[in-house]
């Protein structure tokens, strides 16, 4: 996959990450994968068409999300319930938009659809012949993957 | 009487933080509206003084919603809520008659500053 695909979302899970939870995320090397698989307990899911197009997954623990729903709500929260979970696909969603902004900086206009949230441990998402780029962030409540899986879209499949 | 102040937004914690600033502030938040259809249905309904309207939400989005609610009434006031790359939106929205924006994340300080401006104090 291309860096300038990957980029994007390095800078803006760099920028919001440290935006919404007031300290500045780590990060751990990028992983290549074949296509997309998680491990993790919460997956949230962006569809990204246009330009370029594939799925970009959000994914971490729910001891992760639990914390990062906590920080951004202001208080903590006793269990993942629809606000907490609006939260987290709010985070998500504000690093895509970001990244989309940044895309189309570099003349690569995209849409992402709204996210979806998958609950569950080894979930399997293909993104069939997508490669993927796995991006770590450490931060103080755990760590927090944005998996980018995203290709140049040919004019054939229009 | 507090001034009252309408929240359109499809995320439920962007609604529930909206409010929380705004209460804070001393202000009175009437209704929430999930979608830009529900705003339109509400505000001829309600007329509240301000109404906060996020982009991208389903049913009818915040640019279409700005445009109808402006046609049949010119005076209400409108604050978009944008998330960062939705710069030309806003710039259509400003020129359909929303009078100013918030951006994501959003500073609590911001969004009083914004509100106070077009309505004054609660």
Redo the contacts between chains.
């Keep these: 996959m291309k860096v300038e695909y990957v980029n994007p979302f390095v800078s803006s899970g760099h920028k919001i990450l440290e935006m919404i939870l007031q300290e500045k995320p780590g990060r751990d090397k990028l992983t290549a994968l074949p296509t997309v698989f998680t491990s993790d307990q919460l997956n949230i899911t962006v569809g990204v068409t246009g330009a370029i197009q594939g799925t970009v997954i959000y994914g971490m623990s729910l001891v992760t999300a639990d914390k990062v729903a906590s920080v951004m709500i202001g208080q903590p929260i006793k269990t993942f319930d629809q606000l907490a979970a609006s939260a987290i696909a709010e985070l998500c969603n504000m690093i895509s938009g970001n990244a989309l902004m940044l895309l189309s900086e570099a003349g690569l206009v995209c849409d992402i659809a709204p996210p979806t949230l998958i609950r569950g441990s080894n979930t399997n998402i293909s993104t069939m012949d997508i490669p993927a780029v796995v991006i770590p962030f450490v931060i103080s409540q755990g760590e927090f993957k944005i998996t980018v899986g995203l290709k140049e879209r040919h004019v054939a499949e229009e | 009487m507090p001034k009252n102040i309408m929240i359109t937004d499809d995320?439920?914690?962007?609604r529930?933080?909206l409010k929380?600033i705004l209460v804070g502030a001393g202000y009175s938040v009437s209704h929430e509206a999930g979608n830009g259809e529900e705003a339109l249905n509400l505000y001829r309904e309600h007329k509240p003084d301000l109404v906060l309207m996020d982009i991208t939400m389903?049913v009818m989005d915040g640019l279409t919603a700005v445009k109808e609610i402006k046609k049949e009434f010119p005076d209400c006031n409108i604050v978009m809520c944008t998330?960062?790359?939705?710069?030309n939106t806003v710039v259509e929205a400003i020129r359909s008659g929303a009078k100013d924006f918030i951006v994501?994340?959003f500073q609590a300080e911001r969004v009083i500053e914004s509100v106070q401006k077009i309505i004054g104090a609660p």
Aim: proline share 13%; charged share 15%.
């Design positions: 995320a439920l914690f962007m529930v933080m929380t389903p998330a960062l790359g939705q710069k994501k994340p």
